[in-house]
């Protein structure tokens, strides 16, 4: 089964904080997103990346970086929290595709973060 | 470009009873459409896909969705809602072929089923 896991589930921070949440898959997937949940909005994405050092802006980029150093790890930063930054944020993963469709996106668990 | 409405925000059903949440997309190209589930301080869950083939699509724990390119929808439905059905559900698009794999979310339905 394809796991991914999410560095904490819930965290605090305080307004201007430099904050880091870690995503690590354990399928070797190409494929790697950021996404925000908020009560009737869905999932927006932040970021993606598709390869290791490669990375592209989703929706709302604004006021969050991404890296991707190795394959497994894909990591959302905060650069200075900000309390309409408090948000459920989910990582998920997918397998690169050439041509013929598009794979399934596996969720990690969720990280739910709230900026004080 | 692509994307999802979910046409309801809330569906309640009583136990035993149908299920339909309903969904339309918009694709420039041929679409890839999902059904994610989200239950209560979970992690999304595949339900179904399709991608090309049988446009009537089966899932896991008795759900099933079918593609009508001509009402460009995706309803999901259920022929008798049981309590561990409810959850929140996404309706997703992709654009098929797409190598970056893309999903674009709808805002979701939640689903409440009275005993």
């Known amino acids: 089964d394809v796991k991914v896991t999410q560095s904490s589930r819930y965290l605090v921070k305080r307004t201007g904080e430099k904050v880091f949440l870690e995503c690590v898959q354990d399928?070797?997937?190409?494929?790697m997103f950021w996404y925000r949940q908020d009560p009737g909005l869905g999932l927006r994405l932040i970021y993606f990346?598709?390869?290791?050092?490669?990375?592209e802006k989703g929706d709302i980029p604004e006021g969050y970086s991404v890296s991707r150093e190795k394959k497994e790890r894909f990591s959302l930063i905060l650069e200075s929290a900000s309390t309409n930054q408090t948000s459920m944020y989910l990582c998920?993963?997918?397998?690169?595709?050439?041509?013929?469709?598009?794979?399934?996106?596996?969720f990690g668990p969720g990280t739910r973060l709230t900026v004080l | 470009a692509q994307s999802v409405t979910q046409l309801d925000s809330h569906v309640s059903v009583s136990e035993g009873t149908p299920v339909l949440l309903r969904c339309n997309y918009s694709?420039?190209?041929?679409?890839?459409l999902f059904w994610y589930v989200q239950h209560p301080n979970k992690g999304l869950q595949l339900l179904l896909k399709?991608?090309?083939?049988?446009?009537l699509v089966k899932g896991i724990n008795g759900f099933e969705a079918e593609f009508k390119k001509s009402e460009t929808s995706f309803h999901l439905t259920k022929p008798s809602a049981h309590m561990s059905d409810a959850a929140e559900y996404f309706c997703?698009?992709?654009?098929?072929?797409?190598?970056?794999?893309?999903?674009?979310f709808g805002r979701g339905t939640q689903l409440t089923v009275w005993p």
């Open positions: 998920a993963s997918s397998l690169f595709r050439l041509a013929g469709g598009t794979d399934t996106q596996y």
């Open positions: 399928m070797d997937h190409e494929n």
């Open positions: 990346s598709y390869d290791v050092k490669m990375k």
């Open positions: 694709s420039s190209y041929s679409p890839s």
């Open positions: 399709y991608t090309s083939a049988a446009t």
């Open positions: 997703v698009v992709s654009e098929r072929g797409s190598t970056l794999g893309r999903l674009y």
